[in-house]
């Protein structure tokens, strides 16, 4: 059964570095998501994206953030001069018409 | 208010026992989906519904848009039904998933 890859699994980085996290959705799917769940805490919408380009976004979602599908394939989230704050476990999802969403297995922020 | 809430928060059950978690929501939805989180982070997604009944094995999802309540039912549960659950309502159809806080289930042998 396809799946959704997310790279890397975890991820550490000094407070103010940049870091881009990677997300491979299923070859036919058209909705693509970001979402985030702090450690202990429910998980958070980010962003949703359909037809290159942004659909909806959180008050979560501000100009640090940012995303892109650079190759027809690649589905990736950028987070500029992160914070401690921003350390999580961030999902993607992607999802077809009609089909329930298809979570990745999370990338894990850390950022120290 | 959280706009979906879930109970109970945490529950423990036997093996073999039914089981039962409860979600209300406050908005208007297009869709309910109920989904499964393990222990290891992953996210699995369980039911996607929008009325009626849905079963898959000895999982059942309901809901009653009229009360804007949804349940999950496990029959005859295993210790590899421990997870937690979760449940979130679609408002607009492909649009942001919101997540209720989780059901944590511990299915004891």
């Known amino acids: 059964e396809p799946e959704v890859t997310q790279t890397p699994s975890h991820q550490v980085t000094q407070m103010g570095q940049e870091v881009i996290l990677r997300c491979v959705p299923i070859?036919?799917?058209?909705?693509f998501y970001w979402y985030r769940q702090i450690l202990g805490q429910k998980v958070e919408f980010l962003v949703s994206?359909?037809?290159?380009?942004?659909?909806?976004k959180s008050e979560i979602f501000d100009d640090q953030f940012s995303v892109e599908r650079p190759d027809g394939s690649n589905f990736t989230l950028k987070i500029r001069s992160t914070k401690l704050e921003d350390s999580a476990m961030y999902f993607c999802?992607?999802?077809?018409?009609?089909?329930?969403?298809?979570f990745g297995n999370g990338t894990r922020l850390t950022v120290t | 208010k959280n706009e979906v809430e879930q109970s109970p928060q945490n529950l423990t059950a036997q093996e073999g026992e039914f089981i039962t978690i409860n979600c209300s929501y406050s908005?208007?939805?297009?869709?309910l989906h109920w989904l499964q989180q393990h222990p290891g982070g992953g996210i699995v997604s369980l039911f996607m519904?929008?009325?009626g009944k849905k079963k898959h094995g000895r999982l059942i999802a309901t809901i009653n848009i009229q009360e804007k309540h949804s349940s999950l039912h496990i029959t005859a549960s295993h210790p590899r039904d421990s997870a937690v659950y979760i449940c979130?309502?679609?408002?607009?159809?492909?649009?942001?998933?919101?997540f209720g806080p989780g059901t944590s289930l511990s299915v004891i042998p």
């Open positions: 999802a992607s999802r077809g018409t009609g089909s329930p969403l298809h």
């Open positions: 070859s036919n799917h058209l909705y």
């Open positions: 994206f359909y037809n290159n380009e942004i659909s909806e």
């Open positions: 908005v208007g939805i297009s869709a």
């Open positions: 519904l929008s009325s």
């Open positions: 979130a309502a679609e408002k607009t159809s492909y649009d942001k998933v919101i």
